[in-house]
């Protein structure tokens, strides 16, 4: 089983700011197979990112994802006020499909 | 567009079982996609449980495998999660979702459609 560890576990940020959080494989992620979902209070995940690098259907250019192998990172160019939430990285290319725990941005 | 929707109830007595239903609307469960269960224990991460795909294809969590059943209802466009002998730490909130369309060049999938997912407390 492929276990993804997040860093940080909570980022206090002001709007504005550029954000990078870090997703880790406890092997390598073949061809990839990463994705990132965002998660606000009361809500269902919504995908982001996935192929590490492709944006989601309707998914704003500040959100962009690289990596390879065993690292990831999603980076959020300028913080919105909308963007304060969980963000999720699962990796799907064997299984079981797993997720990290989390990294929660919010408001400083 | 393709909307998920759990139902089921609330509340589960510890040894007892679990079961919810995935109800499909704007689209067709025979389609091309695989369908999903994942969970989510109360402040804590996504857990997959397992997933279905119309032809027949099934594949669990390891670490749920025995306890776990999910199927399909094509004539009721629906897919369905039974969870056996639960206990407290199968609280959390259940979430049915979609994968995109099956590719040859996949054989895994993330998920792009989710249910607004159902909370499944087991209490006596």
């Known amino acids: 089983e492929i276990v993804l560890t997040q860093s940080p576990g909570t980022l206090s940020l002001s709007p504005g700011e550029r954000v990078t959080l870090s997703c880790r494989a406890s092997?390598?992620?073949?061809?990839?197979?990463l994705a990132w979902y965002q998660q606000k209070p009361g809500q269902a995940p919504r995908l982001l990112i996935y192929?590490?690098?492709s944006r989601a259907t309707g998914i704003a250019d500040r959100f962009s994802g690289s990596g390879s192998g065993t690292d990831f990172t999603l980076t959020i160019s300028r913080l919105q006020p909308e963007d304060f939430a969980v963000y999720h990285c699962q990796q799907y290319g064997s299984l079981p499909l797993t997720f990290g725990p989390g990294t929660t941005v919010d408001i400083k | 567009q393709v909307q998920l929707q759990e139902s089921g109830p609330g509340l589960v007595k510890p040894s007892g079982t679990l079961s919810l239903t995935c109800a499909v609307s704007?689209?067709?469960?025979?389609?091309?996609?695989?369908w999903s269960w994942v969970r989510q224990p109360p402040g804590k991460g996504l857990e997959w449980i397992g997933e279905i795909y119309h032809s027949g294809g099934i594949n669990y969590n390891p670490s749920l495998k025995s306890r776990v059943t999910i199927s399909l209802d094509k004539s009721k466009n629906q897919f369905s999660l039974k969870l056996s002998s639960v206990t407290a730490a199968d609280t959390a909130i259940y979430y049915c979702?979609?994968?995109?369309?099956?590719?040859?060049?996949?054989?895994?999938?993330?998920?792009?459609?989710w249910g607004k997912g159902t909370t499944v407390t087991v209490s006596s």
């Open positions: 092997q390598s992620v073949s061809s990839s197979y």
């Open positions: 979702a979609r994968s995109p369309d099956v590719v040859p060049s996949l054989y895994y999938y993330y998920m792009d459609v």
């Open positions: 704007g689209g067709s469960i025979s389609s091309s996609n695989w």
């Open positions: 192929g590490a690098s």
